[in-house]
């Protein structure tokens, strides 16, 4: 039997075999899995905001990109992962809603990744994979025994990456 | 007053807020009764302030599918404001509003007219004016809106849009929810405000707190 590990927004949680781990509806934030192919140990991490040293509110590490990751490595590290095994795919950042101008705050999405994609380069891990931008919701699940991340949209075929 | 945590409000701050979120609901549901031209029965609003990863399970689930419809606010105050209803509540309102009489099968595969989503985006226009309006007289401040932006998609990926907001204040979500129905056919929708740090201060500085 196996389990669905399910993260919530500003959450983060670390899931082995032959458990998945899942996160519904992802929309301008971003899911960022971690995965260590040879322990076959894996963490999820949907972070909302790219930067916590913008943010005076910023207890809450799972809630940006740089300190999102940074926790979810150590997270993994504690129950057996290796960091210089992990690799990472990521999905989201999608702007949903067509604003005609381009403020600052609605292009969170793309900032989101940006900052991703910034703190995974800095820290060494390849990023294998990504589905991200546009303008619709997903949801991610994850399967550290394959190493599959399938994505799942309203009225889309289901990707897998 | 110069400090406002969302994490550690105090009661009286908390009042305020619910007591502005049931006068703006109030006007809104009465904006839609009229438009429908039939009685609209409301409940009495429910304020929650919710964690990020609750805050999809309050509103039916992160993979319902919803029609959000978002403003950005302007003037005295800046943010954003959101309606939010599922689709088949939106489906029904809009069979309402456009006469379609003829029993349909309704479901969340249900694809909206040209003439439907219009309609949405004007059901969206009238119920955030009022709201507002009602915010706006209540407080003394302008508060000017964007025109409707709409998505239909699930509820966590639009709920996000709001919900990076107010991660900028703090780990929480104020969600404001009506539920009004129309005898047995159910319309029902969430009402969200999310205005800017400053803005909160601005209201509540503008009701003597």
Do not use: W
């Amino acid at each position: 039997m196996n389990n669905s590990i399910k993260v919530g927004m500003a959450d983060a949680s670390v899931c082995k075999p032959p458990d998945v781990i899942t996160t519904l509806g992802l929309g301008s934030c971003v899911g960022i899995v971690l995965y260590d192919p040879v322990r076959k140990i894996a963490g999820l991490v949907h972070i909302m905001l790219p930067d916590s040293t913008k943010i005076n509110n910023n207890s809450n590490k799972y809630k940006f990109a740089d300190t999102g990751i940074e926790a979810l490595i150590q997270d993994m590290v504690s129950i057996g992962a290796i960091t210089r095994n992990l690799v990472a795919k990521i999905a989201g950042g999608a702007q949903m809603f067509s604003f005609s101008n381009n403020l600052e705050m609605m292009r969170i999405g793309d900032r989101n990744v940006e900052a991703t994609k910034d703190k995974l380069k800095r820290l060494g891990i390849r990023l294998l994979a990504e589905d991200t931008g546009s303008n619709y919701g997903r949801t991610i699940e994850f399967s550290p025994e394959t190493g599959l991340l399938h994505i799942k949209s309203v009225g889309k075929e289901l990707k897998i990456l | 007053m110069s400090e406002l945590d969302l994490d550690r409000i105090d009661n009286m701050q908390y009042d305020v807020l619910r007591e502005i979120g049931n006068i703006g609901a109030g006007n809104a549901t009465t904006a839609l009764s009229q438009m429908i031209n039939s009685k609209i029965s409301m409940n009495v609003p429910k304020v929650e302030l919710l964690e990020f990863k609750e805050l999809s399970e309050f509103v039916g689930g992160a993979e319902k599918i919803v029609v959000g419809i978002l403003f950005t606010l302007g003037g005295d105050i800046d943010g954003m404001m959101m309606f939010m209803m599922d689709k088949i509540a939106s489906t029904n309102l809009v069979n309402i509003l456009l006469g379609n009489l003829q029993q349909q099968e309704i479901s969340d595969d249900t694809e909206f007219s040209e003439m439907g989503l219009s309609a949405l985006n004007e059901i969206g226009n009238i119920i955030s004016g009022a709201y507002l309006s009602s915010l706006s007289s209540l407080t003394n401040l302008s508060i000017t809106t964007s025109i409707p932006y709409m998505a239909i998609d699930m509820a966590g990926a639009i709920l996000s849009v709001p919900a990076i907001e107010f991660g900028k204040i703090g780990d929480k979500a104020l969600l404001i929810e009506t539920e009004f129905g129309d005898m047995d056919k159910y319309v029902n929708g969430f009402f969200i405000l999310i205005p800017t740090l400053k803005s909160y201060l601005s209201i509540l500085k503008s009701l003597g707190l």
